[in-house]
């Protein structure tokens, strides 16, 4: 069967990595990085301020039609920045076709959405306000005109933004959002494995995280969000049965049929359903279609458990963000 070039530079990855990474029981470690503490934006520098805006903006009903969804109807931070469903209900209920993805961690990816139609946390969180499907507000003039009614509003903005004479715009509303967003990241016990903690994993978890890498799941799931980083066919090595053609409906290239923004596993244990529809319930269901799917493999339960133990590892503390 003719390979693909994506196919082929991801298997040759797959085993140069695997091949550098497991010469004994830590080195593996190497092909992680630990969660950075921050994520600037050069075009959003982010205040005090601005961060306390966004926050209040990502809770606000008024950002829908009928005023009853906020970003956190969809991307709750209280359950690991998803709603935990296949796919999301809408204004009118009416819901789209593909799975909300974690809010946590976001920042530090490539792009955003499941096809990367938004180059960053800022301008994804517009997307949704304008969608028909999602939040339903009819324009950007009528969300500002909502958000310029209040005065207490009006006055965040301005000291969110010093010094612009109108403060109160619709890409200011996403820059706000943003700059919150950029603080939502969850360093786990992984990450102080990976800063010299050899206690911090158990035994199996370390099992699963060196099986992890033999698998060739590195290839797309690696450095400091272990994925969010590429964008990979779904279906790599077997063809998989979906009609959403991912990152070609935003390209139009043929080469980006069936491509998806490849998620980070950053919180996976807490963030099923799973996959671009949310068609997936459990995370050892992910674990073993993926290797089956991208890697050609078959996994016996039991690595599959390990490998879902070393996941459990990537779970961070949010209590920090629900005060």
């Given at each position: 069967m003719k390979r693909s070039t994506t196919y082929v530079l991801a298997i040759l990855t797959s085993s140069l990595i695997?091949?550098?990474?497991v010469a004994d029981d830590t080195s593996w470690k190497a092909v992680f990085a630990p969660l950075p503490d921050s994520a600037?934006?050069?075009?959003?520098?982010?205040?005090?301020?601005?961060?306390?805006?966004?926050?209040?903006?990502?809770?606000?009903?008024?950002?829908?039609?009928?005023?009853?969804?906020?970003?956190?109807?969809?991307?709750?931070?209280?359950?690991?920045?998803?709603?935990?469903?296949?796919?999301?209900p809408g204004n009118a209920g009416e819901r789209g076709g593909r799975n909300s993805p974690?809010?946590?961690?976001?920042?530090?990816?490539?792009?955003?959405?499941?096809?990367?139609?938004?180059?960053?946390?800022?301008?994804?969180?517009?997307?949704?306000?304008?969608?028909?499907?999602?939040?339903?507000?009819?324009s950007e003039?009528?969300?500002?005109?909502?958000?310029?009614?209040?005065?207490?509003?009006?006055?965040a903005f301005?000291?969110?933004?010093?010094?612009?004479?109108?403060?109160v715009t619709y890409i200011n509303a996403g820059k706000a959002?943003?700059?919150?967003?950029?603080?939502?990241?969850?360093?786990?016990?992984f990450d102080d494995f990976l800063k010299g903690n050899n206690d911090a994993l158990s035994a199996q978890e370390k099992k699963g995280g060196e099986l992890f890498v033999k698998t060739g799941c590195v290839a797309c799931h690696n450095g400091a969000t272990i994925g969010g980083q590429m964008y990979q066919k779904l279906g790599l090595v077997k063809e998989y049965d979906t009609k959403d053609m991912g990152r070609?409906?935003?390209?139009?290239q043929e080469a980006d049929k069936k491509?998806?923004?490849?998620?980070?596993?950053?919180?996976?244990?807490?963030?099923?359903?799973?996959?671009?529809?949310?068609?997936?319930?459990?995370?050892?269901?992910?674990?073993?279609?993926?290797?089956?799917?991208?890697?050609?493999?078959?996994?016996?339960?039991?690595?599959?458990a390990d490998i879902v133990a070393f996941l459990g590892s990537l779970t961070g503390d949010t209590s920090k963000f629900l005060k």
């Open positions: 695997t091949t550098a990474a600037p934006s050069a075009e959003n520098p982010s205040n005090p301020a601005k961060v306390a805006l966004g926050r209040s903006l990502y809770f606000d009903t008024r950002l829908s039609k009928d005023q009853k969804l906020s970003c956190n109807s969809c991307h709750k931070l209280d359950t690991f920045g998803v709603d935990n469903e296949p796919t999301s974690t809010v946590y961690n976001a920042a530090l990816h490539v792009a955003q959405f499941w096809d990367g139609r938004a180059t960053n946390v800022e301008s994804q969180a517009l997307g949704p306000i304008l969608n028909p499907i999602e939040m339903a507000m009819a003039a009528a969300v500002l005109e909502r958000l310029k009614k209040d005065k207490k509003t009006a006055e301005k000291a969110a933004f010093p010094g612009e004479k109108q403060p959002i943003g700059a919150f967003e950029r603080t939502l990241l969850t360093p786990s016990r070609f409906e935003v390209t139009k491509l998806f923004k490849v998620p980070s596993l950053r919180n996976v244990a807490k963030t099923g359903p799973y996959f671009h529809d949310g068609s997936v319930k459990t995370l050892d269901q992910a674990v073993s279609l993926m290797a089956e799917y991208q890697l050609g493999k078959q996994l016996s339960n039991e690595e599959v």
